[in-house]
């Protein structure tokens, strides 16, 4: 099981490339306001990137239900 530091870090490194700007930093508390450009299209190709890199696949249901990125966290741990 892969704990939450390095499914951080796997995501920040996602969303770099997905946004391309290094400078973005995750933490269990970031939101989609608080990242320039994401907006609901993003966030599709977001968990398109996330569901590709870790084998798994998310239902429209938990798509939409993600209000933060420790959301995202806790349920990639539950499908990793």
Request: hydrophobic share 40%; glycine share 2%.
């Amino acid at each position: 099981m892969s704990s939450n530091e390095n499914i951080l870090a796997d995501l920040q490194s996602i969303f770099r490339v997905e946004f391309s700007d290094q400078t973005i930093i995750l933490n269990e508390s970031t939101t989609a306001d608080e990242i320039k450009m994401w907006d609901s299209i993003t966030h599709m190709d977001l968990m398109f990137s996330i569901e590709q890199h870790y084998n798994i696949s998310f239902s429209l249901d938990e798509i939409i239900s993600f209000q933060s990125i420790g959301d995202l966290v806790n349920t990639i741990k539950v499908k990793i």
